[in-house]
């Protein structure tokens, strides 16, 4: 798993459905952050929570933290086919700055 | 956003052969970070570059395999040494988003390595 590991590995659903992926981690954190990957190229950072945060929004994504379980979860609302990539959690920053570990990631494929 | 080019996007490299990739940044950066995806895997930390300094590698990897190079503070290049089978990869480069303390970063498209 992912420092944390990711689930589902790989999801599949239809445009306008929504998907939720989900992040486990080990150790505390500073924040942590998901980005996306589209087939095979560079990561794109999407949102980044704090850990005195337990949710955070930006446009149709909703990110959730909770620090006592270990876990965050990712919330793509009504998606679209672009959506279609691999999303991977981070956790790292603080006095570890650009060392992220990255989880496993998720494969998302939004059919048509 | 920043600007981060790599070349080459993608070669096929023989074994024992090396590569070297570079790194552009359209902005003076202090670190610069170099990660690698193996196949169907997650991305790795193999170095932070610091300009002016020596490369500071993470566990599992060295110098004599991974090269680095900080010429200055818009560029890097990594080279990937005698390479095997289990080097293809991709490898990352990546700069600081925001503050180095949040761990943000932007990542160039990529350079996938294929050796045979």
């Known amino acids: 798993s992912q420092q944390g590991e990711e689930d589902p590995q790989a999801l599949s659903i239809q445009e306008g459905e929504n998907a939720t992926m989900n992040c486990s981690y080990k150790t505390s954190i500073n924040n942590l952050q998901w980005y996306r990957q589209n087939s095979g190229r560079g990561l794109v950072h999407l949102i980044l929570?704090?850990?005195?945060?337990r949710e955070k929004h930006s446009g149709r994504l909703r990110v959730t933290l909770d620090t006592s379980k270990k876990s965050s979860s990712l919330l793509i609302t009504a998606s679209r086919a672009a959506d279609t990539a691999s999303y991977f959690c981070?956790?790292?920053?603080?006095?570890?700055?650009?060392?992220?570990?990255f989880g496993q990631g998720t494969i998302l494929t939004v059919h048509p | 956003s920043a600007v981060i080019s790599q070349k080459p996007s993608r070669d096929i490299c023989q074994r024992g052969t090396s590569l070297t990739i570079q790194c552009q940044v359209d902005s003076q950066v202090t670190m610069m970070f170099w990660y690698r995806q193996q196949p169907g895997q997650s991305l790795t930390l193999i170095a932070t570059?610091?300009?002016?300094?020596?490369?500071?590698?993470e566990s599992g990897f060295v110098i004599d395999k991974f090269p680095i190079s900080r010429p200055n503070l818009t560029f890097s290049t990594l080279t990937v040494s005698n390479m095997s089978p289990e080097d293809s990869s991709i490898y990352l480069c990546s700069i600081p988003r925001t503050s180095y303390a949040s761990g943000e970063l932007f990542f160039g498209e990529g350079s996938r390595l294929t050796v045979l």
């Open positions: 929570i704090r850990s005195n945060e």
């Open positions: 981070a956790t790292g920053g603080g006095t570890s700055y650009g060392k992220l570990t």
């Open positions: 570059a610091n300009q002016g300094s020596e490369a500071t590698y």
